[in-house]
Nanobody, 114 residues
Framework: QVQFVESGGDLVQPGGSLRLSCAASGSIFSIYAAGWYRQAPGKQRELVATIFHGGLTNYADSVKGRFTISRDSAKNTVYLQMNNLKPEDTAIYYC????????WGQGTQVTVSS
């Protein structure tokens, strides 16, 4: 069973930047598109960024222009560069396939606060 290990989360001030990483234990992202999801306290998990085969990307309106998803296929790793972070970006961030076909990893906590 493929596992996802997310890392890079931290406490950051508004306007700051973070780069998240997601390492997959297998080459699942060579089969499915890869996505970054987030779940804020009291809210449902939402998809914020997707990268398809060929490099096409898609973003939720709330992060468009601030977040950039990328991947290193040789390393089975997906990244999320987050710039101009806002308090409403505070959440646990997860990666998974799009659509979701595998169990969730532990996620990585991103907290945006002054």
């Amino acid at each position: 069973q493929v596992q996802f290990v997310e890392s890079g989360g931290d406490l950051v001030q508004p306007g700051g930047s973070l780069r998240l990483s997601c390492a997959a234990s297998g080459s699942i992202f060579s089969i499915y598109a890869a996505g970054w999801y987030r779940q804020a306290p009291g809210k449902q998990r939402e998809l914020v960024a997707t990268i398809f085969h060929g490099g096409l990307t898609n973003y939720a309106d709330s992060v468009k222009g601030r977040f950039t998803i990328s991947r290193d296929s040789a390393k089975n790793t997906v990244y999320l560069q987050m710039n101009n972070l806002k308090p409403e970006d505070t959440a646990i961030y997860y990666c998974n396939t799009v659509p979701v076909v595998r169990n969730w990893g532990q996620g990585t906590q991103v907290t945006v606060s002054s």
